[in-house]
């Protein structure tokens, strides 16, 4: 089992920055592919950003060039910077580790106007 709890979403305003942390715990070995998702209210689960154990990244066109994924050895990161009222979801960690895609309960990120 893998086990990923996320933290440090809140509230913040427009223009602004908030860094978000997963950390990993449990059956790590083979974990491939990590990343970001994010729901809106009313709207399908929908991918931030990635990052491979090689350290190859991916992200959504809609953060390009203001989100920055990062990974240590047991947790992932994602600088937000520029914050859009946009942005506001409930954002989910994941972890690959095949066949499995493990989920962290989430984190709510609000931007205000």
């Known amino acids: 089992q893998v086990q990923l709890v996320e933290s440090g979403g809140g509230l913040v305003q427009a223009g602004g920055s908030l860094r978000l942390s997963c950390a990993v715990s449990?059956?790590?070995?083979?974990?491939?592919?990590m990343g970001w998702y994010r729901q809106a209210p009313g709207k399908q689960r929908e991918l931030v950003a990635t990052?491979?154990?090689?350290?190859s990244t991916n992200y959504a066109d809609s953060v390009k060039g203001r989100f920055t994924i990062s990974r240590d050895k047991n947790t992932v990161y994602l600088q937000m910077n520029s914050l859009k009222s946009e942005d506001t979801a409930v954002y989910y960690c994941a972890a690959d580790r095949i066949p499995r895609r493990y989920w962290g309960q989430g984190t709510q990120v609000t931007v205000s106007s």
């Open positions: 990052i491979t154990s090689g350290g």
């Open positions: 449990g059956t790590i070995f083979s974990i491939n592919t």
